[in-house]
Nanobody, 124 residues
Framework: QVQLVESGGGLVQAGGSMRLSCAAS????????MGWFRQAPGKEREFVTAIKWSSGDTNYLDSVKGRFTVSRDNTKNTVYLKMNSLKPEDTAVYYC?????????????????WGQGTQVTVSS
């Protein structure tokens, strides 16, 4: 399996920016895509963005398009989530995940390994 460790979360004011990192280790050679999901209190976990490891192709949740950017550094086995123009509605625990399956990268059940999450809190 793949071990994933998120970092970079914290408290930020609305309109601010934050960069999350997800370092992968273990059986990373089987990874097809890396995704970011988030879960707010009392809500279901939702897809935020994903990036295909080899091609770099990306997908985004509509509400974060133009504000969030996902990228990866293959040499460091690390993916990043740059978040700009943050809103209180973005407050959630953010998780990174690794998928070994081809396709379905926006679906949480398509991912095989998950990090422990990092809290992002956006204040008004």
């Amino acid at each position: 399996q793949v071990q994933l460790v998120e970092s970079g979360g914290g408290l930020v004011q609305a309109g601010g920016s934050m960069r999350l990192s997800c370092a992968a280790s273990g059986r990373t050679f089987n990874t097809y895509a890396m995704g970011w999901f988030r879960q707010a209190p009392g809500k279901e976990r939702e897809f935020v963005t994903a990036i295909k490891w080899s091609s770099g192709d990306t997908n985004y949740l509509d509400s974060v398009k133009g504000r969030f950017t996902v990228s990866r550094d293959n040499t460091k086995n690390t993916v990043y989530l740059k978040m700009n123009s943050l809103k209180p509605e973005d407050t959630a625990v953010y998780y990174c995940a690794a998928s070994r399956r081809v396709g379905g990268i926006t679906l949480n059940w398509n991912y095989d390994d998950w990090g422990q999450g990092t809290q992002v809190t956006v204040s008004s």
